[in-house]
């Protein structure tokens, strides 16, 4: 019997000795630069990956929600950086969950709401460390490293107590696809925020924390002079935009939806499978990108790639798998759908994007090294 | 204070006069076309807005997942059809269901399947009632109605004891924008499954349950004749997708995310708030559609809304919300978005489409006629 027979379908698998290989390969290359990672946990939201992270020598965490800096609290982890612009309104809570315990840092990227952190941390007696948000590549937030606001923020911060350094994030490498792209991405990300610390401190302003990161500049980086950490996410279990960005092969992706064939369309080749957009998310990042893998890329239930076959559309809680030739390594179209993958039949569908698709689900099913599986679940909403 | 203002964001709202109005207008409609309506509750997977749609006349629910099955049982609706085409592995499960007391119907359009529940039913000494899957628009699964496959599914079924009627989904209907067009789909809808029960019955096998829906051709349908029973399910939210088919307006829209402004790149005329996709879900349902209100239409705290105004990009809990002068009933970009939407500004953004966005939360904050919240808990996941 195979082992992830006795699952229910849809269901999110997780490959324990890809995953364990993606992290000790970016802590690796991380330590080699001399600097720290902050994996960014947005993407595994769980438990048992992060304390591999940290185990193999993370050095604090990045979150995207205040559920994830309670939940790592709860497991002990304190060093925890909220890597999202701060509504002042969620200072309470911050507050809070630093009197609990955590050494929370936040993040902010303009003047009012430094106001408003520096009002609150006044009446409260307490200084929260804030990074100041840098834009390095106009795909988002963050103040320009040459800016005036820069200044301002600095010293608006400064003056509370609060100031703790920078911090930026190059998304607009995901739109990188050659390794000179993603070098050069990878440096404009260091360089404007290394600039801006060096701007803090001429102006007598403290920086002590210099934090960049996206997985593919962290992939990519080939020095990183001036800065004190990186941050990366999907870097753990890797996906279909990272392929095709160019930072990870098909192999190396350790999400996978397990799903069964329930139905044909001979005629159009189409399988029907159990796993739509609900399992999948309605992420079509590869839709932009030099291969379109529709809703993921499919494999046999060893996870064995299945060149061609593609999840081309998703309804709810359907799949429509079909074959296109054009794929890589795609061969010819199988003569018959039906009998190329019949009623039954358990397919693994890697994800365009891994935080979209994990987050679809309470938990993973945890394949691990000795073919047994386990349950990890998830630290899902807010 | 608002009544919004004790929630954290971001945060899913239900407008329950929105959803009242929009239940009892599905209801009176299908009732007077003289059929019944079967609700499919794949969109709210919510007890308090199932118990409504019963209360108001609703014939039994439709279910995506075995689990919103499990959760209306557990809750006393036993009249269940599950209208995702059966995995022969789920059977054990459907069979426990109903030794429960779930009258559960099941869906198939292939003969492995039919073969598979016939020999389940024989050893375990039980007919499971057993809808034929009809395709009537090419969308997805289903046999076609004029198809030798469909009699010999009939007899196949009918052998086993299990052969209970035909269903279909015209989901091709969200791809219309006119009344004509809208009209036209319902009558093929409804024309191809009653053609393929009269097939059936002409051949002698039983045919009592002919069920047919979706949202656009159930609220276009001019008449059901030889119809039993109409599913419908975004109906009860309505979307940003349905306004842009036509059979809503963006006023009928119930769901709504409650975001919050935390920064600007006031020279992009961008506003920040702190929900990205993870809250809105990755459905860009409208990309295609005649307006393209990116990942949502924004609204103020009231729910009022406020033209031009739209999500335009997102990350996982960043939104980026842009004025867009080409939008209906824009009018003047606003001199300054700093000034327009200042930090700390609560939204509600409407979404693409609802069944993605709603799945995206534990629950909804139910925003009563009264003003007062109550906490409506969601059935996620499988």
Same mark, same amino acid.
Request: proline share 4%; with cysteine; aromatic share 4%.
């Given at each position: ?67 994830? +800096?309670?939940?790592?609290? @709860? =497991? &002990? ?6 890597? $999202? /612009?701060?509504? #002042?309104?969620? !200072? ?104 801006? +610390?060096?701007?803090?401190? @001429? =102006? &007598? ?6 934090? $960049? /990161?996206?997985? #593919?500049?962290? !992939? ?104 296109? +030739?054009?794929?890589?390594? @795609? ?15 358990? !397919? ?35």
């Amino acid at each position: 019997m195979h082992p992830l027979d006795i699952l229910d379908t849809p269901a999110a698998v997780l490959d324990v000795a890809r995953l364990q290989h993606n992290l000790a390969h970016m802590q690796q290359r991380i330590s080699a630069l001399g600097v720290a990672l902050r994996p960014h946990i947005k993407t595994s939201k769980c438990l048992a990956v992060v304390q591999q992270q940290l185990a193999l020598g993370a050095q604090g965490v990045t979150v995207s929600t205040l559920k994830e +800096a309670q939940q790592c609290l @709860a =497991a &002990g982890i304190t060093d925890i950086t909220y890597a $999202v /612009g701060i509504a #002042p309104a969620k !200072l309470p809570q911050v507050l809070a969950l630093r009197r609990q315990g955590a050494q929370l840092t936040i993040l902010t990227d303009n003047l009012a709401s430094a106001q408003a952190i520096g009002s609150f941390c006044q009446v409260q007696g307490e200084a929260i460390p804030v990074l100041i948000e840098i834009d390095t590549d106009q795909h988002r937030s963050g103040v320009a490293p040459e800016s005036g606001l820069l200044l301002d923020l600095g010293r608006a911060l400064h003056a509370s107590g609060c100031l703790a350094g920078v911090l930026t994030h190059a998304g607009a490498s995901y739109q990188c696809n050659t390794p000179a792209a993603l070098q050069a991405m990878a440096e404009q990300e260091r360089a404007g925020c290394v600039r801006a +610390a060096e701007r803090l401190r @001429a =102006a &007598g302003l403290p920086c002590p924390v210099v934090s $960049v /990161g996206s997985t #593919p500049t962290a !992939l990519s980086a080939t020095r990183l002079h001036g800065v004190t950490e990186v941050r990366a996410g999907v870097y753990a279990f890797m996906d279909l935009v990272m392929a095709n960005v160019g930072v990870c092969s098909a192999d190396d992706i350790a999400l996978s939806v397990l799903a069964t064939v329930i139905g044909h369309q001979a005629e159009r080749g189409w399988a029907l499978v159990d796993a739509g957009w609900m399992a999948m998310s309605r992420d079509r990042g590869t839709q932009s990108q030099a291969c379109d893998y529709g809703y993921g890329q499919v494999c046999d239930a060893d996870g064995r790639l299945l060149p061609g076959w593609v999840m081309s559309g998703a309804n709810q809680e359907h799949g429509i798998v079909g074959f296109d +030739a054009a794929k890589p390594g @795609a061969g010819a179209a199988p003569a018959d759908v039906v009998q190329a993958l019949p009623v039954g039949t358990r !397919l693994r569908i890697l994800p365009n994007h891994a935080c979209a698709t994990a987050a679809q689900f309470a938990g993973y099913h945890a394949l691990q090294r000795d073919g047994t599986l386990a349950d990890w679940p998830r630290w899902n909403h807010w």
